[in-house]
């Protein structure tokens, strides 16, 4: 077994305190270690985003980072990210859009919109998916979530 | 394998210091590393060295005449740097063909060509810049610095020239000819989050319906990203006619060496090698 | 005086009541769940593809720290065989026939320590010849997949469909066979002035959930059973998993926690669930069993790859004359629902057109491959692949325009197809008409022919297929119904207890919606229960784009009952008669003029509280008029039909074989519009899964093995690579449907590979029957004078 570490950040705004193991991933720590389960683990290898938090500002997939790799920085997570008024205005919008069926991608796919529409303020449709490309959805086929991503763009503070 | 020493030192001089310990494994992004080491294709060794702490490898600024690039600068950072964007667009171009925002935010150009896959997204227009590769080491109590040609820098997939205890500080990247302009290919159903199944960069100086200092690479076509100098040698001073064009793929294809694998088959690997490679070649001509 | 004006959720764009939820991180899922006590389970897979367990040595594994339990099939005496075969018991103790089989299983402290424990399990092997050929199934000399007949009689023996391979039959690899036959194809091909006969290859694909499949099993004290299940039937599951378990039924409760994607994929028991009921024995603690995506791609199940010829023939003013389609399923190693699409695939070969002639044979063979399950459409892709390129096939023979060609054969609302569907309401004629309209078909294909031969490396083309899928149940089991509680509180706030489960598709939301139409409350005050056998009514499954007819129905039901009751009441009160007053915004009201009388609440306190101590409280059980089929496979199985046509727009490069979706025109006879936005996100849905199935999406399984077991290589279509969409809804208000709604669930991504197969034939003139429409497969398609020869 892996040896242990005691490491602190700043998550969801709050000071905190964890005692990871030095080989698991942001997510496990999260998830296992904080309890907070709405970053989810759909595929482990970067490839579907369903993990996507918000690391001293730039989206990234917590399943590809080490829970040490933390140390000092600033993690936002769904949980803390509707606090923010980009954030809630994205939550709505996914509500009001239909961009949630099974809503299993969803967090990661709100996580992901709120770093690129602070990076792309006003995107095109296009843009739009490309931003999103790292998530993977298997039932909206994609429509409403650029429906909530360009309605969130849009709507005032 | 069990991680019992974790460090994240703040000076190169100590991370070179850990290297030297042996049994180290180099955490930066962590994009590769941590899928690696769960599918059980990487080991983790009993320590692990963040260099995220390490000055020397941030920051992109100009140098020599070109540019030289931290080995800790995202794909994001590279994609927006002006510097970048300027002269070695191949590059951006590239950057903006890989993975994923989510990974692009937090891969290293330094990971990229460590890892040394075949198929690295960056590492074809690299090659077609003439990239140089820094490396530090600490053998004897001093910090020395060495440069390796990238060209000469892959040995094979996952292999290249960086001895254990070296560390890829940066990528150097001397000032591409005047009139230079690059032109970067992917293949595939998606414009990123692809494993490509092949990869060409094709860069030089058009002119009277040439190509000058033409320099031509591929991806995913041979254990190595490659650089293919007859093709290179076949353009020299080539008048690109259609006749002219054709003939120059011919030769790219039959210098790359696939294999078949999950992604593609080898003729089907050579057949876009001939067919990209004209429509390029025809495309940079006119350009 | 207070005016109510009469209003109507009907048609309207419902946000959905789970989203709030969903979108903010809050849903618990099975994976989010943990109980106090719990333990990790894990599962030891085969190595070997085909082969003896001659030993199995876990004395290592169970001396591992942490470890609770380590199982063998010898530790579990009393398993007995499960799913849809009943030929395979979770724990496999002789042989192993995939790799995806159960040889062993853990359960310990943390994740890690089960992984670690898997390790440490020896298991001797010793080979047996490997049968991955579906087409070498029944020579002579193949290799046996299952000689022993593990399947006791079963106790429902009507819940089987098909005709079950014997035990003899098992010998020869043969698990199932369907025949089906209709008019005398002899004839019609006699009458034949074209014929086409192709064979269609069709792939293994997987339904890749986002959630990946999970279970948590524990016992109380008293040895009652719960389980934390994804799955889509909680009732029929409750009655399997007693039988596997020899447990009374009653003693086990089923709730499902909210389900990360469904499509199908968990319709059938599968070993991991019953490992972990074993384990959660075995320790006496709770046992959560989740997969790794890894994992996920092995061991769950594919949709049935199938092996398809079909001939077609046509009469010079293009009428059809006869279908003979025969078709080879490749089972795998088991057989659950993959191996039964024929139930759907024979109504689109017989029924999609009107066909006098058709005959249609399926033979479902073992191999040591992955097994198939059920995935949305149910086997109905495949035909469509075959049917709907026939049909352009036999329209270019006879310079017919391949839409002329299908309006020539269309159905008609009316018609009792020769195989005893009758089509009350039906769309298809004005659904081939609009999609045509909508996306300029004819002028589209015409310019694409003509541009065939054209210079350049891009082509553009169009196709077209349509589809017949059951849209109102579907009459498999021996009961097709669904149960609702309805109660409403003194505040006249609704609980519905509903059968139907949520699977993310939104039925939940539209139940709701229906009870509100009925009772006149607002959304927010209906709340549904729909996830714990110990409460809801029977329900079927959520399968066969059923649940918002069957369960809309039933919710229905029970909502006028309860208003029934109600207006009985108010009238008392008000002294009008019943038939004047409706419920309109919480309020009793005059139809004729909206004046409102009473607050609805008020009214349910005073019958509480006053009157006649009375709550209101109603059940409704719906079985729709639909007919169970005949042993020749004859019957009307649904209570209404849902149709659609969908036009595809390609570009093809040429260079490169890359074949991108320029743009997907729908038109969807649905009945009725319910929920707008509901509806438009199971279309755009099932189009992109469509497009996966058609282009990207390739379980690539060589020797046994499935080599791509990841998102890395298996392709799921990407945000920037979907189609731009144009949907229109054609409503032909099904007199049986709720508020004249069919199901709709499946029908999106059914037509998807067939038409564009058509548009790429339409752009460069090579029809490809083979699927996926992958890159390397177009170019070779293209190229295939300079193509060689791939490697099986």
Redesign the interface.
Known sequence: ???M?EIEFELNGVRTRATV???M?ALAMLRDVMGLTGTKYAC????C?AC?IIVDG????S????A??C?DRTLTTIEGVGREPLGARLERAFVDCGAVQCGFCTPGVVM?AK??LEAHPNPTRDEIK??????LCRCTGYVKIVDAIEAASRAEG | M?????W?PATLSDALERLRGGDVTI?A???DL??Q???GRVT?ARG?L?V?RVPELRGIEAADGGVRIGALCTM?ELMRDPLVREHFGILAEACDHF?????R??ATLGGNVCNASPAGDTLVPLLVLDAEAELASKPDGRVQFRRVPLSAFFSGPGRTARAPDELLCAIRLPRPPAGFVGRFYK?????????S?ISIGIGGVPGGRALGQARVAYGAVAPVPMRARRTEQALEGAVLDAATVERVAAIARDEVRPI?D????A??RR??VF??TR?MLGDVAHA | MTVIEKSSLIGRRIAKLDAPEKASGQTRYVHDLDLPGQLHGSILRSARVHARIRRIDVSKARALPGVHAVLTAADVPYQRPLGVGKDQLPLKGDKVRSRRDEVAAVAAETVEIAEAALALIEVEYEDLPVLTDPSKALEPGAPVIHGENLAPPSPHDSLKPGEPGDAEAHRHNVAMTFDYAQGDVAAGEAESDVVVDDWFRLHYVTHCCMGVSGVIAEFDRSGNLTLHSNTQVPFLHKREFAEILGMDPGRIRIIQPPIGGGFGSKLDIYPFEPIAVFLAKATGRPVKLVFSR?EEFVASPTRQPVLLRLRSGAKRDGTLTFRVCETLHDNGAYTSWGATTPFVMMQTISSLYRVPHCSYHTTAVYTNNPYAGSFRGYGNLQATFAVEQQMDELAEKLGIDPLEMRLRNAQEPGEVTPQGMHFRTCGLRQCLTTAAEASGYREKHRAALAAQKAPG?RKRGVGMASMLHVGGGAKIYPSDGCGTILKIDDFAHVTLMTGASEIGQGSETVLAQLVCEELGIPLDAVTVVNNDTDITPWDVGVHASRTTFIGGNSAIGAARKAKAKILAAAAKVAGVAEAELELRAGHIVRAASGEALMSLAKLLRSLHFSDKAELVMTTHYYEPPSRHQDKAFKGDVSAAYAWATQVVEVEVDT????V?LVKVTGAHDVGRVLNRLGIEGQIEGGIVMGQGYA??EDL?VEDGVV??PGF??Y?LV?A??IPEMDIHFIETMDGEGPQGAKGVGEAPAICMAAATANAICNATGVRIRDLPF???KV??AL?AA???A??P
């Open positions: 077994m892996s040896h570490r193991r030095l080989d991933s482990g290898e970067g490839e985003g996507t730039v989206s990234v997939c399943c590809l980072m080490f040490v790799d140390e992901q770093h690129w490309r931003g999103i490309e790292g998530n | 069990a991680v019992e020493e974790y994240a955490l992004g962590g994009t941590m899928p080491s769960h599918a983790l692990l963040n995220r994001s993975a994923s925002d989510q990974l935010n937090a293949a595939g159903l998606r414009p990123a989050l692809d494993i199944a078949d999950v992604r593609a088959s003729w089907y057949e876009l067919n990209m429509r | 890894e490396h260079d490169t074989g890359v991108r282009v990207t690539i080599r791509n890395r290589d392709k990407t920037p690579e992958t890159p390397e170019y070779r190229h300079a193509a060689p791939k490697a």
